[in-house]
């Protein structure tokens, strides 16, 4: 007789491999079903005959028990077979791009933490581009802002600096590879044709890197659609499609990058050749239009579309890009302009970017705050009272003016404290990605300069930033060194935090609790960031007389070995970590980013998500369609807990109230509910309103919860949701509150040992993981088949 009952496990953030997953040597354990990117494993029978009665990898009777891997799509990089130089080389770079994916990864996740349209809106309604949600369109912008940046920073190096500056008499500049410069020495104008061609090159690498790994696992669909749930966005079919989303966007980035491409040079030959200004003049244009359209895409493509409208603008402007950069190159090297020392749009262009992205950050922290029409008059203020710096000293009055009204907009209200960062989650995010995009961008600058050659004058923005950035990273320095010092002291005598315990439980329960402030800390870097950006542009344009003094001038000096550190940590982990794999270092952040389909930046890392949550759903209604008997436990561990929440909202009717829910190790309530309340907060599990983890307290989470909504998943399925954690878990929390309630239970904070403190791993190991499975086991067979009602709830039409 077949198993009745599917236990589907499914790995979190560290990727555990299906073998631990299943608690089982790897020898005992096969695929049967998908691919390195995502699979379903389980037991072999004979080998589990071997294994001892008490074996953790045993399995109850009547159980099947299987693993579900997707940790492949989201730590693993598409790359070139082989061990030998050119496959090293490509996988190297691919890891680089990796890494420059990361701003545009951040950008993306703060567009889905901003106030998101009423889902129960019927999609046959027209949305115009001002009310497709606050911060859509300028979410998008901000993205397209972030892949000029980038444009810009790669042409000031291999333009400026090494196609132009060092052909100049008496530069002295180091030679490229002999693979690299196939052109030997040519002639000026040649050498700026052919280095227009690198950034070209860079982000059709970005295009293919994304659209490889997107082919791999972007591609899955539900075999049956979801039931339809207001205001849940997740039980729509169309979440997990983004292809609609994405395809029209990366036409109009590229289009942006060739029009930048062109301008950087063609503007240095304004009024010397008739050729030359219409070329900027139509690259002008071209931009202008693409910025447009990426405002239009606001509604023309929204969070969850349910058609793919044709992209006949997005294929306009890209083509005609592509046309005049190419007509550009003919004219450069036909008619051999002169070029002379540094390059006019990449030394002002990256700080005027900056200031209308910082606008965006400044007005962001308002979208979840404030209801009125987004402050776009402000933005305009910003950015003119910025850029006026240059030529009046008294415009920087009038930009500390216009800040101190977006902070006054975006002052914290009634309800903010249930929110991450009390209601500023986009603008703390954005900001976080603009200083990633810089910090990445000044990196690339300043040590292309130091390599290849000295006396070579890179634009004024990069050494500033790098100043202004290690001098803000001097308070949060201090932060971190206080809050060792506290731990450290509550280490000493340490005081019982929850209830008692032994001593070593109690300690790590303090080493813990510092893990918890995350929320307070990231915080205060997007706000440290977006503070060194300000000053940084204000020394670019203003360029006041004390920027010229001993002490900044050394503090630039020591500025370019912090940013250089910062840059090199990033990129040489992402190098480094995979020489002999393809796999990406900092896991964690990838995990945590990918899992949001793409919808604000198209080069943004591939969601993972798209691929798991449908192959789940499906593989749960396949085992509850062989039998009405028939019952499946989801399992889930940390991240995997939101594919399964996802899941849950993705299936068919009449299937939710044959699955339960037993999850460990989650991060549901605290971080997911905060950041994403309209996709994952108390509406939608069904938990309570919690603050953020105070930043000083002993126990960061002694606050009172907020009020428990009367809907959401916890409610639907009752009983049928069993969540275990440990005080000792830096990564897991409860999902309904910390002092004792139906759904949290406590698991074994050590294994026996004495020296052994249980964190964040081996939940599927413990008794009261057995215990909770056996309980939700039980109900299972205790409710009639068809019920389809749990905890009062109706399942199906809630």
């Not at 910025?291 to 409208?309: I, L, N, Q, Y």
């Not at 510092?514 to 940084?536: D, F, I, K, Q, Y």
């Not at 599927?764 to 939700?776: G, M, N, P, V």
């Amino acid at each position: 007789m077949s198993p009745r009952t599917l236990e589907l496990r499914i790995h979190g953030v560290n990727n555990t491999p299906p073998p631990a997953v299943l608690a089982l040597p790897e020898h005992a354990v096969e695929q049967f079903r998908g691919d390195r990117f995502g699979s379903f494993w389980r037991p072999k029978a004979d080998k589990l005959a071997e294994l001892p009665a008490d074996h953790a990898g045993q399995v109850p009777a009547d159980v099947r028990r299987e693993a579900y891997s997707w940790g492949g799509m989201a730590r693993s990089t598409p790359g070139v077979p082989g061990s030998g130089v050119p496959s090293v080389l490509a996988n190297a770079l691919g890891r680089v791009g990796w890494a420059l994916l990361l701003p545009f990864g951040l950008a993306n996740v703060a567009y889905w933490s901003r106030r998101l349209p009423d889902d129960s809106v019927p999609t046959t309604k027209k949305m115009l581009w001002w009310n497709a949600g606050r911060g859509a369109a300028s979410t998008r912008l901000f993205g397209l802002g972030l892949t000029v940046l980038l444009v810009l920073a790669v042409c000031a190096a291999a333009i400026d600096l090494y196609a132009v500056q060092c052909s100049l008499p008496g530069a002295a500049c180091r030679r490229l590879p002999d693979f690299l410069d196939v052109l030997d020495d040519p002639a000026r104008h040649v050498r700026v044709l052919a280095a227009s061609a690198v950034p070209v090159l860079l982000l059709v690498g970005l295009m293919a890197l994304t659209s490889l790994s997107r082919s791999r696992y972007e591609m899955t669909t539900m075999r049956r659609a979801p039931v339809r749930r207001p205001g849940v966005m997740l039980s729509r079919a169309s979440m997990w499609e983004g292809s609609p989303r994405i395809r029209r966007l990366t036409r109009l980035h590229l289009a942006a990058g060739c029009a930048v491409v062109t301008l950087v040079t063609s503007v240095e030959q304004l009024g010397r050749h008739v050729f030359f200004d219409v070329v900027t003049v139509l690259a002008a244009v071209l931009l202008a239009l693409v910025v447009g359209r990426t405002v239009v895409t606001a509604a023309d493509c929204p969070d969850v579309p349910s058609t793919e409208k044709g992209g006949l603008w997005s294929w306009l402007l890209v083509v005609c890009a592509a046309v005049v950069l190419v007509a550009h190159g003919f004219g450069l090297y036909w008619i051999a302009p002169e070029f002379s020392g540094p390059m006019w749009l990449t030394t002002w262009g990256p700080p005027v970017v900056v200031v209308a992205l910082l606008g965006s950050v400044l007005a962001a922290w308002s979208w979840r705050r404030n209801d009125a029409k987004g402050p776009l008059v402000l933005l305009v203020l910003f950015v003119a009272f910025m850029v006026a710096t240059h030529w009046s000293s008294w415009a920087w009055t009038g930009a500390a003016v216009v800040g101190a009204a977006f902070a006054w907009r975006a002052r914290p209200r009634a309800g903010d404290r249930w929110q991450a960062w009390r209601g500023a989650g986009p603008g703390v995010l954005l900001g976080l990605s603009l200083t990633a995009s810089v910090l990445l961008a000044t990196v690339l600058v300043l040590t292309f300069r130091g390599w290849i050659g000295t006396g070579l004058r890179v634009p004024p923005f990069y050494p500033w930033f790098s100043a202004a950035f290690a001098v803000a990273l001097v308070p949060l320095v201090l932060l971190v060194l206080v809050q060792a010092v506290v731990l450290v002291l509550r280490l000493r005598t340490p005081l019982p935090l929850d209830d008692a315990a032994e001593v070593l439980v109690v300690r790590a329960r303090h080493v813990v609790a510092v893990t918890h402030r995350a929320e307070n800390v990231v915080g205060a870097l997007s706000a440290l960031g977006v503070l060194a950006l300000v000053l940084t542009c204000y020394l670019t344009f203003g360029a006041p007389a004390w920027s010229g003094w001993w002490g900044v001038r050394w503090v630039v000096g020591k500025g370019d070995w912090v940013t250089g550190l910062a840059g090199v940590a990033v990129v040489g982990s992402f190098v480094g970590a995979g020489v002999l794999t393809n796999r990406r270092p900092l896991g964690l952040l990838w995990d945590l980013m990918c899992f949001l389909p793409r919808t604000a930046h198209p080069f943004a890392p591939p969601c993972y998500a798209e691929r798991a949550v449908p192959e789940i759903a499906d593989r749960t209604r396949e085992f509850l369609d062989g039998s009405p008997d028939n019952r499946v436990v989801l399992s889930a561990h940390s991240l995997g807990a939101v594919l399964a929440v996802a899941a849950l909202y993705a299936l068919p009717e009449g299937y939710l109230g044959r699955v339960r829910l037993l999850t460990y190790g989650v991060q549901l309530r605290p971080y997911f509910g905060r950041i994403f309340p309209e996709l994952l907060g108390p509406p939608v599990l069904g938990t309570p309103e919690v603050r953020a983890g105070a930043m000083f307290a002993r126990d960061p989470w002694a606050r009172d919860p907020g009020a428990l909504p009367e809907r959401g998943l916890s409610t639907l399925l009752g009983a049928n949701w069993i969540n275990l954690w440990r005080r000792t878990d830096y990564l897991g929390f409860p999902v309904h509150g910390w002092a004792a309630n139906a759904v949290d239970r406590r698991a074994n904070e050590t294994d026996g040992s004495p020296d052994k403190i249980e964190t964040h791993s081996d939940y599927h190991r413990c008794a009261a993981y057995r215990q909770a499975f056996a309980d939700l086991v039980a109900t299972e067979r205790d409710r009639s088949p068809g019920s389809g009602v749990a905890g009062g709830g109706n399942l199906e039409h809630s």
